[in-house]
């Protein structure tokens, strides 16, 4: 589950996460208010609960979405903020998101194969000429596994 997903989950029940977040605040038509992001008395942080999907903190400039509300409101980072969320949530998941990617594996693929595919063509010679390269005709120039080489 990616971030932005989590987020959107706690959007869909932001009348629960909020007071959750913020026990200290209070319902003021159609946001959640307390003063900050620690819960204390006063008015200056509001949590949009009509599905604008915003919050801020209007005292500190700070804002964004719900699992920045989480992090901001408990201290913690983005991994951990996701995990309370979800335990919040009652989601269980593997969470492998955050593990150690798995080396990729990559093969060169085989010039001599490739190049039996590739024709010259007149097109090639324009191209060429067109960068400066002076050909005299299609035998200077031959395919191989290396790429294109000059024949002198």
């Known amino acids: ?5 989590l987020s ?3 959007w869909s029940q932001v009348d629960r996460v909020a007071p959750h977040l913020l026990p200290n605040g209070k319902k003021d038509g159609h946001e959640w208010v307390a003063g900050n992001v620690n819960g204390d008395k006063g008015n200056s942080l509001k949590v ?21 509300l989480w992090m901001a409101c408990r201290g913690i980072n983005l ?12 989601i269980r998941e593997d969470d492998h998101h955050f593990d150690a990617r798995r080396e990729k594996r990559f093969s060169r693929p085989d010039r ?30 031959r395919l191989s596994a290396k790429g294109l080489e000059w024949r002198t």
């Open 1 to 5: 589950m990616t971030p932005s997903e």
């Open 79 to 90: 991994h951990q903020a996701m995990q309370e969320a979800k335990a919040f949530l009652g």
């Open 112 to 141: 001599k194969k490739i190049a039996r595919y590739v024709t010259r063509t007149e097109s090639h010679l324009e191209y060429l000429q067109s960068r400066a390269y002076r050909l005299k005709s299609r035998s200077d120039t």
């Open 8 to 10: 959107d989950l706690l």
């Open 48 to 68: 949009n609960l009509s599905g604008k999907k915003k919050w801020a903190d209007f005292a500190e400039g700070d804002g964004g979405d719900m699992l920045d």
